[in-house]
């Protein structure tokens, strides 16, 4: 089996900064790419940031230049830094991942269960 749990999430003023991570455990071989997505309500799930297993990003042009993607391979960890929140980041955040569990499985996505982020005055 395998888990993804993110943390960090909460309630933050507009201008504030979060840090979200996700930690990936379980029979894993390797870790491909990693990346978080949102979902506020009423609104489509949306990808906020991926990040493959060389180190090369992507961003949502809504958060390019304020939020920032990196990975630790040796914790098998994913982390978003938040920073110059709005409330339209208003969402629950949920990590993803593609994991090849062993060398006679095929990777697949993996999510995390989801952490609120709020960005409220």
């Known amino acids: 089996q395998v888990q993804l749990v993110e943390s960090g999430g909460g309630l933050v003023q507009p201008g504030g900064s979060l840090r979200l991570s996700c930690a990936a455990s379980g029979s894993i071989f390797r870790i491909n790419a990693m990346g978080w997505y949102r979902q506020a309500p009423g609104k489509q799930r949306e990808l906020v940031a991926s990040?493959?297993?060389?180190?090369?990003?992507n961003y949502a042009d809504s958060v390019k230049g304020r939020f920032t993607i990196s990975r630790d391979n040796a914790k098998n960890t994913v982390y978003l830094q938040m920073n110059s929140l709005k409330p339209e980041d208003t969402a629950v955040y949920y990590c993803?991942?593609?994991?090849?569990?062993?060398?006679?499985?095929?990777?697949?996505?993996?999510w995390g269960q989801g952490t609120q982020v709020t960005v409220s005055s």
């Open positions: 993803n991942a593609n994991i090849k569990r062993d060398i006679y499985y095929s990777a697949r996505e993996y």
């Open positions: 990040i493959t297993s060389d180190d090369s990003t």
